[in-house]
T-cell receptor, first 114, second 114 residues
């Protein structure tokens, strides 16, 4: 069965520092992979998605993610974080076996140190 | 502007009362979804609809009901049978139902019990 794991519940980084949020998935074939961001009290906004092709995907707000099949990972990165990046980040995998056709990870909360 | 609207932003429910959360989209999407979000638990699917006049139960449908009489509208009723309704409710839509489809989210409704 498909699944998504975000091993870090909470991460704190300094403003201007680089960021990497981890995501591991379980899926038999080439997966559809997504990263969403949720600001406090708001809905989820799509940052980027991977379907096929180039394994390095560029998204909005300066984020990128790299699909690594050998490691079953889809980590999200940003070279220099801004205070406005503080939010909850969700990795997700498209899953035909799921009623909603998408399985979300449990999220990683990002805090920014001034 | 195309998007998904949810109302109200905050909703208070008294014991034994049914309340209805509104979700409207003008994206011309066929599929719509309702999720419940509790702290530390990610998103859980309540109901989904692939097409007008059709809907299916998700993982936690007990105590909830929905209707899909119009393509753009997918209201969720939280009934008195739902004993722990306090949560953040998110509505989403996608162009069609499928593992590769991107889901777009509304801003959410926070339900509180008086």
């Amino acid at each position: 069965a498909q699944s998504v794991t975000q091993p870090d519940i909470h991460i704190t980084v300094s403003e201007g520092a680089s960021l990497e949020l981890r995501c591991n998935y379980s899926y038999g074939a080439t997966p559809y992979l997504f990263w969403y961001v949720q600001s406090p009290g708001q809905g989820l906004q799509l940052l980027l998605k991977y379907f096929s092709g180039d394994t390095l995907v560029q998204g909005i707000k300066g984020f990128e993610a790299e699909f690594k099949r050998s490691q079953s990972s889809f980590n999200l990165r940003k070279p220099s974080v801004h205070w406005s990046d503080a939010a909850e980040y969700f990795c997700a995998v498209g899953a035909d076996s799921s009623a909603s056709k998408i399985i979300f990870g449990s999220g990683t909360r990002l805090s920014i140190r001034p | 502007d195309g998007g998904i609207t949810q109302s109200p932003k905050y909703l208070f429910r008294k014991e034994g009362q049914n309340v209805t959360l509104s979700c409207e989209q003008n994206l011309n999407h066929d599929a719509m979804y309702w999720y419940r979000q509790d702290p530390g638990q990610g998103l859980r699917l309540i109901y989904y609809s692939q097409i007008v006049n059709d809907f299916q139960k998700g993982d936690i449908a007990e105590g909830y009901s929905v209707s899909r009489e119009k393509k753009e509208s997918f209201p969720l009723t939280v009934t008195s049978a739902q004993k722990n309704p306090t949560a953040f409710y998110l509505c989403a839509s996608s162009l069609s139902e499928g593992a590769g489809e991107t889901q777009y989210f509304g801003p959410g409704t926070r339900l509180l019990v008086l």
